[in-house]
């Protein structure tokens, strides 16, 4: 992509269905949905996107326990740009699923 191009052009990463929390029971699996989700930030941050757009299903139930983290001063995580995101059937906010 040449330079004028690439001020014209906004980079967007689109995630769906991570189910954050997605087997948080499991001693074997249940850092999965977080790793991945770690590695998406990364890919992100390296790719230098405008903007995160996760599409549904963030979370595997719409009430996520506790149970999973969140590391806020891990530098792949706080990857300092706006993320927007689109609830889906399993985290709906209405709880009807």
Known sequence: MEDGEAANT????????????????????????????????SIAEQKQVDFMLLGGDLFHENKPSRFGHVNYEDPHFNVGLPVFTIHGNHDDPAGVV
């Open 10 to 41: 906004v980079r967007i990463l689109v995630a769906t269905d991570c189910h954050l929390g997605y087997m948080e029971k499991d001693e074997v699996r249940r850092h999965d949905s977080f790793q991945a989700f770690e590695e998406i930030c």
